[in-house]
């Protein structure tokens, strides 16, 4: 009976090539563009676009511009503007996400009198829909200017100590011409290279993309089992269940049968989704694939017991539909599979370890980074909750039938 089940659960996907293609190829052609949307939309690969109306016209402001459009991760757009007023009108226009006015030159002056508010020659036009483009403008510019403009950095620094009276206007005439010979010779200034960036990616692998590899993965699988699942219901409703008692061992084993063919189901899909990832974006399963495989069998699982759990104690097909959509979506919002967990609230992301699918793409992660000791505890309650499941499909399709 459990081979029969699993046959005839093959056998309607195959005659039925609309779901065929739903249940093969949707799932790659989904994560394809999920991934385009987000490799490029988390990290160092945001691309603002940023406007630049040089209202000054000074050598410095044009060393800036030159910098900013010269950085591949911005969008520059140089704004023929003359005024604040009209960098703020293509700003509202949504012309630009944010833009930069340089409204005065950025070498500060010797002068022993404090700053003026018009000492601040960059003005940074913001708009309150996009918010998220400002702290990343400022982060930019901030870089651009200490890698690319170091002495008008230090220019700024040294004229604030002009004012306090520690140097005089010798020292700071000096200091400047020893700024301007670096600058000519295309030294680096020592502090523009402070930092040194490491990072826990090995090899080639993109470790942002197969971080949404598994995320997709663990909601199609989801959604996937939920529909072949729903045939429980149908059963049921149709009178079928009620022949199928009558077969040996009843319906447990037809819901053995079906766990079976939506756990090899599940493998499958991921396996096309984890393919597309290597083909298209270089994800790398590479020597960790044993632990891959486990993660791809034990995710399929809890996919396949949770789904029948669910379908096993609707009461109506409605119920079971609203489990396979509103339950599968907020699994997948809290657990990490829509928006990234690091970037919710401290508390949702320890709500998120309570949703398979947080799980799921621990488990993809460790075994992808660091092989199968790192994915073991990730991958003990997968299996806990396809266990789970499937005792709660078996002890309610038992019930039924006594």
Not at 27 to 53: C, E, K, W, Y
Not at 105 to 117: F, K, N, R, V, W
Not at 161 to 186: C, H, M, N, P, S
Request: charge should be neutral.
């Amino acid at each position: 009976m459990i081979g029969a089940a699993f046959r005839v659960m093959l056998l309607s996907l195959v005659r039925d090539r609309a779901a065929l293609v739903m249940a093969f190829v949707l799932p790659t052609v989904i994560f394809s563009i999920f991934a385009a949307i987000f490799s490029g939309a988390i990290g160092d690969r945001i691309r603002i676009h940023l406007g630049l109306a040089d209202l000054a016209g000074t050598p410095a402001t044009h060393r800036l511009m030159d910098a900013l459009a010269a950085d591949p991760s911005l969008r520059v757009t140089r704004l023929d503007a003359k005024s604040l007023a009209e960098v703020a009108r293509e700003v509202r226009a949504g012309e630009v996400d944010v833009a930069l006015a340089l409204r005065g030159d950025l070498i500060a002056g010797s002068t022993g009198d404090a700053p003026a508010p018009a000492d601040q020659p960059i003005v940074l036009v913001e708009n309150p829909a996009k918010a998220l483009a400002t702290p990343i403008a400022l982060g930019q510019l901030q870089r651009v200017l200490n890698e690319a403009l170091p002495d008008v950095v230090l220019s700024r620094v040294i004229a604030d100590v002009e004012r306090t009276g520690k140097i005089g206007a010798d020292e700071r005439r000096f200091l400047d011409d020893a700024f301007a010979e670096q600058r000519a010779k295309k030294e680096p200034f020592s502090f523009a290279s402070l930092v040194e960036r490491v990072s826990t990616a090995s090899g080639t692998a993109n470790a942002r993309v197969s971080y949404y590899a598994g995320a997709i993965t663990a909601v199609f699988l989801l959604f996937a089992a939920m529909q072949g699942a729903l045939s429980l219901v149908e059963e049921r409703e149709s009178g079928l269940s009620d022949r199928l008692m009558a077969g040996p061992g009843g319906l447990p084993v037809v819901v053995l049968g079906k766990f079976g063919f939506l756990t090899a189901q599940g493998v499958i899909q991921a396996g096309l989704i984890f393919l597309a990832a290597g083909l298209l974006y270089g994800v790398e399963i590479g020597p960790h694939w044993p632990a891959f495989l486990a993660a791809c069998l034990l995710v399929s699982a809890m996919a396949a017991g949770l789904a029948l759990a669910a379908c096993a104690l609707a009461a109506s097909r409605q119920q079971a539909h609203l489990a396979a959509t509103f339950g599968v979506l907020l699994l997948s919002a809290i657990g990490g599979s829509m928006v990234p967990r690091f970037l919710m609230p401290p508390w949702l992301q320890q709500a998120g370890w309570l949703t398979p699918n947080a799980w799921a793409i621990e488990a993809y992660q460790s075994a992808l980074g660091e092989g199968f000791a790192a994915a073991l505890p990730a991958l003990a309650v997968l299996a806990a909750v396809a266990l789970a499941g499937l005792g709660v499909a078996l002890t309610a399709v038992s019930r039924r039938t006594i």
